[in-house]
Nanobody, 124 residues
Framework: QLQASGGGLVQAGGSLRLSCTAS????????LGWFRQATGKEREFVAS????????FYAGSVKGRFTISRDNAKNTLYLQMNSLQPEDTAVYFC???????????????????WGQGTQVTVSS
């Protein structure tokens, strides 16, 4: 199971760091990712990272502001979010997959496991 945490209320321009931990197993063999879903909108891809922390991939809307990382020894995935803007307001979800292919990273249905989500609210 995946458990996301670290969300909260922050002013525009501020920062937050999200964490996602795995229980009941290890995710060192998984590609990991972050998605978000704003109210009334579809779930959208934010970032992903491969098993060996190589090739992080970001949505264009967050590139240069967000950084995805992982600590396999701690079974933890992170998302450092800087320069937050009101349009970043959403519920953020972590996801994991053993076998997802590159072309499907931004497709929610292609991921195997999901966390419960953590709310991020950015005020203007």
């Amino acid at each position: 199971q995946l458990q996301a945490s670290g969300g909260g209320l922050v002013q525009a321009g501020g920062s937050l760091r999200l964490s996602c931990t795995a229980s009941g197993g290890t995710f060192s063999g998984y590609t990991l990712g972050w998605f978000r879903q704003a109210t009334g909108k579809e779930r959208e891809f934010v970032a992903s990272i491969r098993r060996t922390s190589s090739n992080p991939f970001y949505a264009g809307s967050v590139k240069g502001r967000f950084t995805i990382s992982r600590d396999n020894a701690k079974n933890t995935l992170y998302l450092q979010m800087n320069s937050l803007q009101p349009e970043d307001t959403a519920v953020y979800f972590c996801a994991a997959s053993r076998s997802i292919i590159l072309s499907n990273l931004d497709v929610p249905s292609a991921w195997d496991h999901w966390g419960q989500g953590t709310q991020v609210t950015v005020s203007s």
